[in-house]
T-cell receptor, first 114, second 114 residues
């Protein structure tokens, strides 16, 4: 009963380094999202995908890229990490019929950029 | 001004008390109103959702929506220490399809004192 799995759970990066966060869901959901959660800012949408091979920008897309080559996976990339990208990153997925109400979240990835 | 405003708290109440959590919003297009619960170091989970105005009850939880005032509430009766968590309101303009993610409040940190 995995649901949404995020890899890695923790990571420390140096400024300028790159990394990829992996999200995998086993619920056959069409929609997938990447959010970041910062103290005092709440959850903010970075990028999202409404199906395999599609991606779109959310509220705070700058500095991030995404890809969805397979329906079950949604990758978030940081090309050149900055301290402002220190955050907790959550991946979520939704079935088509409930995409406006229920999102299933992963456990989060805690990223620190020093 | 953000589209969704929510007092971050913390809100501390004794066990057994009735808890009232609230959000205000500015976007008239919102039709679906959700409450998510997030335990420390976990991803958010959907508690309940309401379509348009009105009340919805689920066990000890009652959600209320007043679209005329752009105000939503979550009431928790007979509060338990296990209810201690961050409660996030979320909103969207549609139920299924055409997804561009949910708009979240910042979350209210609730503490139930035994």
């Amino acid at each position: 009963n995995a649901g949404v799995t995020q890899t890695p759970k923790f990571r420390v990066l140096k400024t300028g380094q790159s990394m990829t966060l992996l999200c995998a869901q086993d619920m056959n959901h069409e929609y997938m999202y990447w959010y970041r959660q910062d103290p005092g800012m709440g959850l903010r949408l970075i990028h999202y995908s409404v199906g395999e091979g599609t991606t779109a920008k959310g509220e705070v897309p700058d500095g991030y890229n995404v890809s969805r080559l397979k329906k079950q996976n949604f990758l978030l990339g940081l090309e050149s990490a900055a301290p402002s990208q220190t955050s907790v990153y959550f991946c979520a997925s939704s079935p088509f019929q409930q995409a406006g109400t229920e999102a299933f979240f992963g456990q989060g990835t805690r990223l620190t950029v020093v | 001004q953000k589209e969704v405003e929510q007092d971050p708290g913390p809100l501390s109440v004794p066990e057994g008390a009735i808890v009232s959590l609230n959000c205000t919003y500015s976007n008239s297009a919102f039709q679906y109103f959700m409450w998510y619960r997030q335990y420390s170091r976990k991803g958010p989970e959907l508690l309940m959702y309401t379509y348009s105005s009105g009340n919805k009850e689920d066990g000890r939880f009652t959600a209320q929506v007043d679209k005329s005032s752009k105000y939503i509430s979550l009431f928790i009766r007979d509060s338990q220490p296990s209810d201690s968590a961050t409660y996030l309101c979320a909103m969207s303009g549609w139920g299924g399809g055409g997804a561009d993610g949910l708009t979240f409040g910042k979350g209210t940190h609730l503490i139930i004192q035994p």
